[in-house]
């Protein structure tokens, strides 16, 4: 079978040609170390990358977490792995690089995934005080 057949199979309306693997990037800041207030911004920054996005987690490769040192209550890939059909994508924590001076109580996202929308289509999510990382990608919260 071809993969022209393939896509027609399955319903997909773009030729793999035209579907290519993206970065979509995020980031939030927490109000401090605990569970509850990891899971809120975790949850917050998903939603916020779902909505801008039309994401689809089928269309997920993977998504990388980090976080600042001073962030240790809970993974933010436990957090996202608890919502619906997450818990299928491929997850990873790493602890963001120390630089003085750097935003604390942060929490940055990189998902790749699979999409017919070039690059700059994709809408970047900058939360709360992350915002000031991006100035020219933030939403307002």
């Known amino acids: 079978m071809s993969l022209k057949d393939n896509n027609q199979e399955f319903g997909l309306l773009a030729t793999p040609s035209q579907w290519r693997m993206q970065g979509l990037r995020g980031a939030i800041t927490v109000n401090h170390n605990s569970v509850e207030a990891i899971a809120e911004a975790v949850d917050e920054l998903l939603d916020a ?35 619906p059909g997450w818990n299928k994508v ?38 709360r005080r992350a915002a000031q990382l991006r100035p020219d990608l933030s939403l307002l919260s």
């Open 90 to 127: 491929p997850l990873l924590d790493v602890q963001q690089m120390q630089v003085v001076g750097s935003l604390e109580l942060c929490i940055r996202v990189l998902i790749h995934l699979n999409t017919p929308l070039p690059q700059n289509k994709l809408r970047h999510v900058y939360l």
């Open 49 to 83: 990358l779902e909505t801008n996005n039309s994401l689809d987690f089928t269309e997920i490769v993977s998504v990388t977490f980090s976080a600042t040192s001073d962030l240790d209550a809970i993974f933010p890939a436990a957090v996202a792995r608890r919502r």
